[in-house]
C-alpha cells in the first residue's frame, strides 16, 4: 500500500498503534471531551455534542469533499481504519485513521482521513484528509472541502434569530464580527484579499444556537488562502458552515492541480469544535491549539494598561504647538500615554517629518511629552508607499506586483503595498522602528491601516519567492521584526496594530502586545472585538477600546471599562485651539472624563480575567459581561432600556457577596453563589460590583 510510508512516518514520532481494524460494516469513532465523531461506510460524518438540547447534527453528513474535473465526490466506501495514541507538540491524544476508495467512472481514487483528539483541549477534533489517485490518468484538482456540516435549527429573520454567528471575513463595508444568522444568508469569509486593501482574519466561524454551536477552520501556522462559508441559503433546517478551498484562489508554483497516477496530496489541518454558549469557547481552544504549535501571544507590559490621549482630535492638519498646547491637560487627567498621529510624515514612503516640525525637530518635540510626564507613541503606517514617496521612487525593487501585473493599492492613503516576504523590506522597517524608538526616543508605537491585516499574492519576485503566496505567508514574520526590533530598543515598549475595521488576523497577533477595537462603528463593535481579542489574547490581554469619541454618543466610556479594556480619547483642548471644534474638551465632557479616569485606575479591569464564558453575547439579554479581579466579580449590562432580572453569574457556591454600583457608588443589597439574581432598571449600562463578605 502506498499510505504505508505516512504511517511508518508517524510511527517515528512515537505514535503506536494500540487498535487496527478492517472492517466495512463498523462505524468508527473518536472522542474529545462531550464531543463524538462518528464516521459510517461511505466516510460521512456525524457530530454528537452530548450538551446540547437537541442534536447539532441530525444525521451523517457528506464533510469531506473532493472536486475534481468539474465534479464534487464524497462517497468513498470505507476499507480500513486504525486507532492509536499521540503524543506530540499539542498534547497526549488519541487519533483515528480511517481510509475509503472510490470507483466510478475513470477514477480510482483512495481517501485517508485522519481525526485527533488532545486530552487538555476538550470538544476539539483535528481533522486531515490524504487523497491519492489509484486510477491510470492524471486528476485535475480543483478543490476540496473538509468539516461541511449543516448544523440543526430553525431559520427564521434575523431580527428573531434562532443562530448566533462569529464571522471571520474582512470587507470594505467594516461590519459586524459576531452577527445573526436569518433566511438566506451568505457570507464567505474568503481569507484572502476581498478588495484591494482588505482581507485575512482568523481562519474560524462559529454558529450557534441557544443551546449549542459548533465552529470550524484551519489550524496552519501561517496565513492561508480558503474560505470559511456560512451559509442558509438553500440549505434545508439549519445553517452550513465549512472550510473551503479553491484551487484557484492559489498560483500553480505552490499547488499543482494534477494529480498524477500514484501521487497524493493531503488537505490542510482542520478543525471542528462544539461548545456552549457563544463563540468565546472555540476561538478560546483555536488559541490553545496555535500556542501549542508555537504562536504565543504576548504578555502586556504594565504601560500597556495606561490611559491614552490621541492627538488625532486635531487631524492630519494638526500643528506642533496644538499638540504641544494640549499635554498638561491631558497629564491632569491621568492620561499616561500621548500620541502622535498620522500628519507628520512627508508622505507614507518618506518617513521624515514634514514642515510642521520646521521649528522644532521630532526628537525635541518628543522630550516634551516626556518633560511633562507622558509616554510618547509615533502613528506609523508599515507596507504603505505613496506615489511619488521616497521608496516608491527609489526602492521600488520592494513593491508588491499583484496577478495583473498591477502595484496593489491601498485606498485611505493612495498608497501601494510593499512585498513583506523580501528581506529588504524587513530591514526596511527594521531600521525605521530603530530610528522612531531609539533616535528619536518614542516610547510605542500605533501601527494603523486596514492594509495591515493581509496581502496579496506577489508574482513580481520570481527571483527571490518559491511562489506568489510567500509574500502573505511571511507576512506575520514582517511584524515579528517589527515587534521585537522595537522591545530590543525598549523592553516595555507598546507596539499596537490597528487593522482598521478589519476582522482582527490571528497570524499578527502574536506580535503586539496592545490589541484595539480598531475604528469601531459603534459600541457593540468595541464590546464584541474585545470578546473576541480576550479569548484570543487571554483574559488580561490589553485591549485598547479606541478613542471614546468613536462610541455612542461619543461618551460611552462604560463599554471599554465594563469589558476590561483601556481608555482613551482624542479630545481638543482649550476651546479656541481646533476651530472645527468637533472634539473639545468642554466642561461637561472634562467631568466626563474625570469620572471615568476615577473608575478605571481604581478597579483597573483589564488586569483581570475576562469571564466571556459566563453569557452568550448573541441569546443573553441584556448583553452582558463579566471581568473577575482580586476575588471579585464586575459585571456590566447593556441595553437601550432594561427593566427587569439579571443573573449574576459565576459566584463562588455557598458565598456571599455585597452587590454594589461600581459607577455611581449605590448599595445593592447582598447575593449568594454560585447564581443569585438583581432586579434592575437602566437604560444604556449598569456595572456592579460583587465583593465576597
Known sequence: MKSISRFGFLLSLGIAIVFTACSSHDEPSIKSGDLTLHFNNQLYTKVDFSQAETDLITDFQASEILKINGESFSDFEQTEFTSQSVNDMIGKGNRLTISGELNQDSYQIKKTVTATVYEDIPNLIITKVDYENLGDESI??????????????????????????????????????????????????????????????????????QDAGLAVGHIDIEPQLLSLPVNSEGIEGGVQIAV??????????????????????????????????????????YSKIMEAKGVGFPTPPETAYEPIWCAWGYERNFTVDQVINTLPKVKELGFEWAVLDDGWQIAEGSWVTNNKFNDTSMKEFVDQIHQHGLK?????????????????????????????GDYQHITWWNSHYLNPALNSTKEYHKQLVEKFMDEWGYDGLKIDGQHLNQVPPDYGHEDSQEYPEKSLEELPDLYKVIYDTALDIKPDAVVEICPCGASISSFITPFMNQSVSSDPLNSWQIRLKGKTYKALMGGDAAYYGDHVELSDDQSDFASTVGIGGVIGTKFTWPADADPEGKYVLTEEREELVAKWMDIYKKYMLPKGNYRGELYDIGFYSPEAHAVEKDGKLFYAFYSDSFDGEVELRGLESGKEYHLMNYETGEDLGTATGPEAKLETSFTHHVMVMASPE
Open 140 to 209: 485535475a484538482i480543483q478543490g476540496w472541502e473538509n468539516n461541511r456540516y449543516t448544523v440543526a435549527g430553525e431559520v427564521t429573520d434575523a431580527s428573531e434569530a434562532g443562530f448566533w454567528s462569529f464571522q471571520s471575513g474582512t470587507y470594505p463595508s467594516r461590519q459586524d464580527w459576531v452577527l445573526p444568522v436569518g433566511k438566506d444568508f451568505y457570507q464567505k469569509n474568503y481569507q484572502g484579499m476581498n478588495s484591494s486593501d482588505y482581507g485575512g482574519g482568523t481562519p474560524i466561524v462559529d454558529v450557534w444556537r
Open 244 to 285: 473551503q478551498f479553491d484551487a484557484d484562489s492559489i498560483s500553480t508554483q505552490k499547488f499543482d492541480r494534477d494529480l498524477a497516477p500514484g501521487e497524493n496530496f493531503s488537505t490542510l489541518e482542520t478543525i471542528v469544535m462544539a461548545h456552549t454558549g457563544d463563540f468565546f469557547a472555540s476561538v478560546k481552544n
Open 376 to 404: 510618547a507613541k509615533l502613528w506609523w503606517a508599515p507596507l504603505a508607499a505613496d506615489p511619488g514617496s521616497d521608496v516608491h521612487e527609489n526602492q521600488t525593487d520592494m513593491l508588491l506586483v499583484n496577478q495583473g
